[in-house]
């Protein structure tokens, strides 16, 4: 029923979790990358206008940059992610030796 564990399927199941951590990072930075961006102008727009409320006014911000980023980024993100379950699969056909 399982597959028999051999030093060719360790390696195989360390590249694979390898490619899975690489995919998961490449696709997530991105992301909170302009996340972090738009905390840093919420923060110095709160700092140089102190009668605006950054807690009332820093949600509906980053809500709207998470949209429209991810708006623009389903183009890149869906055939990635594809591409990496595609490789899974033919890992996972190595490993059961079909």
Do not use: H, W
């Not at 399982?2 to 399927?9: G, L, M, Y």
């Not at 140089?48 to 708006?71: D, R």
């Not at 990635?80 to 899974?88: D, F, H, I, M, N």
């Amino acid at each position: 029923m399982f597959p028999e564990v051999t030093a060719d399927t360790m390696m195989l199941f360390i590249s694979f979790a390898g490619a899975v951590y690489f995919t998961a990072m490449a696709l997530v930075l991105p992301i909170a990358g302009f996340m972090l961006l738009s905390d840093i102008c919420i923060a110095f727009l709160a700092r140089t206008a102190p009668s605006l409320n950054a807690l009332t006014l820093g949600m509906p911000i980053k809500s709207a940059v998470l949209i429209v980023m991810l708006i623009f980024y389903i183009g890149v993100l869906f055939p990635k992610v594809r591409e990496t379950l595609a490789g899974a699969l033919e890992l996972l056909k190595q490993v059961l030796g079909a």
